[in-house]
């Protein structure tokens, strides 16, 4: 990794506690680096399950809602009810 064009195979990783040449404002400031970094890994997670629940808590309500539309639209006790208005109207 030292000569241009390298590259490393991984990142190292430090700990700021026992890194010699560090002072107590880099070493602040790399808390609050790692401590956002972890906010919006946790942010992004949440979104993605939210929208996850919000789809399917969609898909059911439009499934009931669908569901409700056919079953009413089976049900023909109405038209026996009118049909028998109708011939009640016919005799009188």
Not at 25 to 53: C, D, I, P
């Amino acid at each position: 990794p030292g000569e241009p064009g390298e590259t490393a195979v991984f990142a190292r990783r430090i700990d700021p506690a026992r890194e010699p040449g560090l002072s107590p404002e880099q070493r602040r400031l790399m808390a609050q680096v790692e401590l956002a970094q972890r906010q919006r890994a946790l942010q992004r997670r949440l979104r993605s399950r939210n929208v996850l629940l919000a789809l399917g808590i969609g898909a059911v309500t439009f499934g009931i809602y669908g569901y409700t539309f056919y079953s009413v639209s089976q049900e023909r006790f109405l038209d026996e009810l009118e049909q028998e208005a109708e011939a009640a109207r016919a005799r009188a």
